[in-house]
Structure formats: structure tokens, C-alpha cells
């Protein structure tokens, strides 16, 4: 099957949904495609819409109201035939071609079944997101040791509190949602490890005076945690995971400056769940291949580079949300737009929005932006974190790579980056590509620099009898 | 009721779950090994990145749990070794 339009948005979060959203008003033909089975992306995760009923999530769900109202306006736009949503589509790789791009995905609806699709478009926007940044500790993987996002997403998605007796940890303001959503489903979550120490927002009191709505948001979690008297221990870390077979022990201890443990704080406690989180890794999987330039995002990573309308480098892509650095849904939302009514310029197309609208979403942009800085500086990584590790502590799951073989590579000068360390250990050539360990890898032998991911030419497993599948003679593109 | 089969035990779900929301709903946290420790591996990231959650669905091997919506009559195998799609 392959298709054509104006704008082919990858990506069906707060940043695709509302660029798609725009981008409709203006008059464009869409192509919104996500891996997922229901708009929303991971803050707004959601079963599919005949199964909201069954599972019902709304209440661990923030910000709503811009959800329905995007979701209205697109279901709108379907109607009219100028939207196609393709859900459950996995775009595994794109390519230019001629003065546009083809994106290739898999159509994976009915699943292991899978067919071939290609978009294509003048323009592309890639609104991928990000993905939960890990660091290793001895027991991570454990069965019962999640992502604090993999934790968000079965209470989102399915429903599903994954554990009974939970311990959460990393650093950042995700922990708190996560907390608060486990509480609301009947988790006990015993304590809420977060490494970093709250005077550190104290160093930046502009960006939180100017974003009050982070306050309500902030003061909303504390209360549900307060009411569930769910503990929240600053400076802590977890250090380890015990257990035969799934978690049963955590190990949690108070950090000092610099994010060693600090002697004789260690204190284990019984779970049988751990979610555990460092922020977010922007997920540009679609953008490297495609040549777009990447910048250092503040908080460790590279992220996308856009100009202020969110144009790529490379002429005809652009890039919204999290894949430009991490800083949450309302900023996305916005960037979405922008980078919707940039398509509307480039594509001369007379449908603009009005000026001074344009002009609020720029404020808002910035002020999100300027909090998002803060935030990676009040939540850095614990500079010594990996003095947590032992040398037979696995580093990449896949590959079961562990640190003291990453540290061996990198000791005598042989590997100083994680392409290096891959080739000489393997870690990061496993099923997951790196994702998951790269990070950690890169700041076990580079970590001055920001992290900067690997190019993957295939984003997604794609079968080749899917790919045989593709019969270009049977197309409908005009 | 909705159900499909693990390893040709009936387990129930909710449609619109995926096989690991059900999976991790019935109290199951692992069903697969690593190729080289034989550890224990289930949901870990739960979006689709890690590929931890590996089961094979009608006999097709490497598939995600966490982004394949359940369906009625499905027969999910595992432990299954996972390096056949790769080497």
C-alpha cells in the first residue's frame, strides 16, 4: 500500500498531534503514523478507543482537555478524508526522494502478521519522542525491575499496576506522576528515590516563577502522595536489586555531593517491584540517517538542531517535542504548531494562522525551554554513579556485556567512545541496538561530552517477507 | 471472556491490553531467557525499545509484548531461545 499528501507527521504525541492538528486547519493533506493503537504518544498513552470503557485511565492523565480537544479536531479532519491516522504502523526507515521523502513503515495491526507501507510527502515532520534514560546498577535486570516509563505505560495503556510493594528511583519530576499513578491503582510504593537535592531548583527561581502552572502540577502529585503517604527521600539512590529469579530486595542509599553513597546509609528494603529512571534519551532514530545536525540538549543528550520554526538543516524536515530536547507535553504542543505553520510557509499555502497566536506560541516555547534547562541542572546524573557498579554488574542486557569489561576496553585508551566500546565488547549489538546501554555506555567512557546515539539505517525489526509484500504497481499515489 | 493461550494455558485479558499488560497482570514477571546467562527476562521498558519482552505469536519468534494488542486465540510460546532472527 503506499500513500501520499502535503505533511507526513511521524509520531502521534502532544508534538504530532498538535502539528498535525495545524497543519489540517491550514488546508494540508496529512499522514499522522504511530507505532501506537491509540493517539496520544506515551504522556497520553491510551487503550484504544473501544476498550477506554473497560479500562478506564482519564484520572492519571494530566493536561486532558488539550488531548480531547486535539483528538476532536483531528477525528474531524479524518471525516473529511484530508487526515489519514495510521495506527499500529512501525516506520522502520526514510528516505529523500526526489524534492520530498518516503517513509517506509509496517503495518503491524495484526501482528506477527505484517504489510508494507509507504507515505509519501513535500515534507516531514518526526515527532518521535524520547524514551526513559537508564543507568545500570548490580540487579537491573532483574524480572520486576521496570522503566518508570514501562511502569506508566501499563497503568495507561492496559490498566496494569506491574508490582504490589514498589521502590521508585532515578532523578527528575517523572517520578512523581509514576508514584502518584501506582498509588491511585493500590500499589504501596514504599519510597520514591530521587538522587538529586531540592535546594538545587533554588539556583533557579526565574524559570519556576514563570511557569506557575508547574507549581499546580508539582503541588497536585505531592497531595496524592501525601494522601497515600508514599515517602519521598531526596539525595537516595537506588544502588541494587536482589533476588532469585524476580526482585525481592532493594538497596537504596543516601548520595553526597558528588553522587557517591555515603558510608553506613544503605538500607535494604522489601519490594517486589523497582521503576527506575534518569530522565529521557530523545528518540533519533528517523533524523540521524536523514542528516539532520544535532545539538547538545543541557541535560547529557544531543537533540535534534531546529531553528526557531522548527526546520531542520536538511530542506523539508522538520522536527517537534522531545526528539529537540526533552522538556515535557505543553512545550511539545507548542513546538508541534510552530512547526506546522513553518510546512504552511514552505509549502505556500495560504492557510496560516494568525500572527499574534504565532507569536504566544513562541513566548511559550521559550519560557518551556528555559524550565526545561533548569530541570536538567536541578536533576543532573550523579557524577559518580558508577561507583554503584561491580565489575560483574551487566551493562548491556542484551549482548550481557558488564562494566568491568566496558571499563577494560576503555582502560588502556583502546575505546574512548561507545561505537568503540561496541566493537571491541559487543555491547550495544543486541536486539535493543544500543538503546538502552548506550548512554550509560558513552558515560562510562566520554562523559564530558553529551550523548550522542549511534546511526541505526532500520528504526524498527522489519521482516523481509513484509518487505516482499511491498508491491509499488499496485500504488494509489497521485 | 477474552483469552489466548501461553504455552497452551488459557490466560484472560481485557481487550485492548497488550500480551504484557495481560501477561504482567497475571502476575507472571518473566517468560523468557538471555542466549548467554539464561537470565530471566520480561517487561522492562514497556514501549517497544528493549525488546526484553520477546515471545513468539502463532509461531512467529521476536515479537514484542508490549506492543501487540491481545487478541482472542492467540498462541503465545515462550522461553523460546532468542537468537534465531538475528544470527
Known amino acids: ?478 | 471472556m477474552s483469552e489466548f493461550t501461553v504455552d497452551g494455558e488459557p490466560l484472560p485479558f481485557v481487550p485492548g491490553q497488550t500480551l504484557a499488560a495481560a501477561l504482567v497482570a497475571s502476575g507472571r514477571v518473566a517468560w523468557r531467557t538471555t542466549r548467554l546467562g539464561q537470565r530471566p527476562r520480561g517487561v522492562f521498558c514497556g514501549i517497544g525499545v528493549c525488546f526484553d519482552c520477546l515471545v513468539t505469536i502463532d509461531g512467529t519468534g521476536g515479537q514484542r509484548a508490549c506492543l501487540v494488542q491481545a487478541r482472542t486465540g492467540m498462541a503465545i510460546t515462550t522461553g523460546e531461545g532468542d537468537d534465531e532472527c538475528i544470527r
Open chain 1, 1 to 478: 500500500m503506499s500513500a501520499s499528501g502535503d505533511l507526513v507527521v511521524v509520531g502521534a504525541g502532544p508534538a504530532g498531534m498538535a502539528a498535525a492538528a495545524t497543519a489540517l486547519d491550514g488546508g494540508l493533506r496529512v499522514l499522522l503514523v504511530d507505532s501506537g493503537a491509540a493517539l496520544g504518544g506515551q504522556f497520553w498513552r491510551h487503550p484504544p478507543q473501544q476498550a477506554r470503557h473497560a479500562i478506564p485511565t482519564a484520572d492519571l492523565h494530566h493536561g486532558l482537555p488539550t488531548y480531547r480537544a486535539l483528538c476532536a479536531t483531528l477525528s474531524a479532519h479524518a471525516r473529511t478524508g484530508r487526515l489519514t491516522l495510521l495506527l499500529n504502523h512501525h516506520v522502520w526507515t526514510t528516505a529523500r526522494e526526489g524534492d520530498g521523502f518516503a517513509v517506509h513503515a509496517m503495518d503491524r495491526s495484526r501482528a506477527p502478521e505484517e504489510t508494507a507501507v509507504v507515505l509519501r510527502a513535500p515534507a516531514l515532520l518526526v515527532a518521535t519522542g524520547a524514551y526513559d534514560r537508564q543507568l545500570p546498577f548490580p540487579g537491573w535486570d532483574l524480572p520486576g525491575v521496570l522503566t518508570i516509563g514501562g511502569l506508566q505505560s501499563l497503568l495507561k495503556g492496559g490498566g496494569v499496576a506491574a508490582g504490589r510493594r514498589v521502590v521508585l528511583g532515578g532523578t527528575g519530576p517523572f517520578l512523581l506522576p509514576v508514584a502518584a499513578a501506582l498509588a491511585a491503582r493500590g500499589a504501596e510504593v514504599v519510597a520514591v528515590c530521587e538522587a538529586a537535592a531540592p535546594s538545587a531548583w533554588l539556583r533557579h527561581p526565574v524559570p519556576l516563577l514563570r511557569n506557575p502552572a508547574k507549581w499546580v502540577e508539582a503541588a497536585r502529585y505531592a497531595g496524592t502522595l501525601a494522601r497515600h503517604r508514599v515517602p519521598v527521600r531526596t539525595r537516595t539512590a537506588i544502588v541494587g536489586a536482589e533476588g532469585d529469579g524476580r526482585v525481592a530486595m532493594v538497596r537504596v542509599a543516601s548520595l553526597d555531593a558528588d553522587g557517591s553513597t555515603l558510608p553506613g546509609t544503605e538500607r535494604r528494603i522489601e519490594a517486589d517491584t523497582v521503576g527506575v529512571g534518569w530522565g529521557f534519551v530523545p528518540q533519533l532514530d528517523l533524523l540521524i540517517p536523514l542528516g539532520c545536525d544535532l545539538a547538545d540538549a543541557g541535560d547529557g543528550t544531543m537533540a535534534a538542531a531546529v531553528d526557531d520554526g522548527q526546520r531542520t538543516g536538511v530542506p523539508g524536515l522538520y522536527a517537534a517535542g522531545e526528539t529537540c530536547g526533552v522538556g515535557g507535553a505543553v512545550l511539545a504542543v507548542s513546538e508541534g504548531a510552530i512547526a506546522a505553520v513553518s510546512v504552511l510557509t514552505d509549502l505556500r499555502s495560504p492557510g496560516r494562522p494568525n500572527v499574534r497566536r504565532l507569536a504566544a506560541k513562541h513566548a511559550a516555547v521559550a519560557r518551556h525551554r528555559a524550565f526545561a534547562r533548569a530541570m536538567a541542572q536541578a536533576h543532573p546524573l550523579p557524577t559518580a554513579w558508577s561507583s554503584w557498579l561491580t565489575d560483574d554488574t551487566l551493562v548491556c542486557r542484551c549482548e550481557e556485556v558488564t562494566a568491568g569489561a566496558v571499563r577494560a576496553a576503555s582502560a588502556d585508551g583502546s575505546a574512548s567512545d561507545h561505537r568503540q566500546v561496541k566493537q571491541l565488547t559487543r555491547a550495544g549489538m543486541g536486539w535493543c541496538q544500543g538503546r538502552m546501554c548506550g548512554p550509560a555506555v558513552h558515560c562510562l567512557v566520554a562523559r564530558d561530552q553529551p550523548y550522542a546515539p549511534a546511526e541505526r539505517l532500520i528504526a524498527t525489526p522489519a521482516t523481509l517477507g513484509g518487505l516482499a509484500g511491498l508491491d509499488e504497481s499496485t500504488t494509489d499515489h497521485v
